[in-house]
C-alpha cells in the first residue's frame, strides 16, 4: 500500500530555508504516471497547492513562489524533496506531500507542521 | 489562475438530513478531448490529511459511501451528502486540476444541528 512521509525541521526563524523530504514507501517515484507533489495549509486555513516533480525532472511551481521554491526527486532513494528559501511567518503551515494522477491528488502523506518565528 | 470559490462557509445539518455544499470556478474545468470536468472534492477532518471523495466531478473514489454525490458542469458543481452521518463532521473542499496552479476552495466546514 503506498504511504507517503514527511520530513524536517518543524521550526526555523525569518529568512531561513525550509528543507523537508518525501519518503515513498510501497510505490516507485519513478513511475512516469504521476507526479509528486507539495500542499500546504496554514492553521486553521485552507489548502494551497505549491508545487510537484515527476521523475523525468520536470517541475510546476505556484507563480507567486517561483524564485524562492524548488521541488526535486531522487529516484533512487524514492524521495522527493522541497526547499523555499526566504521564509517568513507566511510560511508557517502544515505541509502535505501527495502523489498525483494527472494533477488529481488521491494519495496523501499525514503532514508535517513547520513554524517560522523568530 | 482559477479561482475557486464555496458556499457556504459553514453548514449545521441534523443527523440523517441532507447536507449541500456549492463550489463555483472562474473559469470552465472541461479539459480534454474527453471533455471531462477537472473538478475533485475532499473531505478533511481535524489532525488528519485530506481524503479524496469524488473526481471527474461526480465519480465516487473507491470505499467512498454512497450518500456522498457529486453533480454539476463547466463552472458550477455540488457536492451532496444525502443523508448525514457523526462521521461526515468534516470540512470540505473542492479543487480543480484542470490547469496548472491547481486551486482548492476555500473550504464548507459541516456540523450537526
Known amino acids: 500500500q503506498l504511504q507517503l512521509q514527511e520530513s524536517g525541521p518543524g521550526l526555523l526563524k525569518p529568512s531561513e530555508t525550509l528543507s523537508l523530504t518525501c519518503t515513498v514507501s510501497g510505490g516507485s517515484i519513478s513511475s512516469s504516471s504521476y507526479y509528486w507533489g507539495w500542499i500546504r495549509q496554514p492553521p486553521g486555513k485552507g489548502l494551497e497547492w505549491i508545487g510537484s516533480?515527476?521523475?523525468?525532472?520536470?517541475?510546476f511551481y505556484k507563480p507567486s513562489l517561483r524564485g524562492r521554491i524548488t521541488v526535486s526527486a531522487d529516484t533512487s532513494k524514492n524521495q522527493f524533496f522541497l526547499k523555499l528559501t526566504s521564509v517568513t511567518a507566511a510560511d508557517t503551515a502544515v505541509y502535505y506531500c501527495a502523489r498525483s494522477f494527472g494533477s488529481l491528488y488521491a494519495f496523501w502523506g499525514q503532514g508535517t507542521l513547520v513554524t517560522v518565528s523568530s | 489562475d482559477i479561482v475557486m470559490t464555496q458556499s457556504p462557509d459553514s453548514l449545521a445539518v441534523s443527523l440523517g438530513e441532507r447536507a449541500t455544499i456549492n463550489c463555483k470556478s472562474s473559469q470552465s474545468v472541461l479539459y480534454g478531448s474527453s471533455k471531462k470536468n477537472n473538478l475533485a472534492w475532499f473531505q478533511q477532518k481535524p489532525g488528519q490529511p485530506p481524503k479524496l471523495l469524488i473526481y471527474?466531478?461526480?465519480t465516487r473514489e473507491s470505499g467512498v459511501p454512497d450518500r456522498f454525490s457529486g453533480s454539476g458542469s463547466g463552472t458550477d458543481f455540488t457536492l451532496t451528502i444525502s443523508s448525514l452521518q457523526a462521521e461526515d463532521v468534516a470540512v470540505y473542499y473542492c479543487q480543480q486540476y484542470a490547469s496548472t496552479p491547481i486551486t482548492f476552495g476555500g473550504g464548507t466546514k459541516v456540523e450537526i444541528k
Open positions: 516533480v515527476n521523475s523525468g525532472g520536470t517541475t
Open positions: 471527474w466531478a461526480s
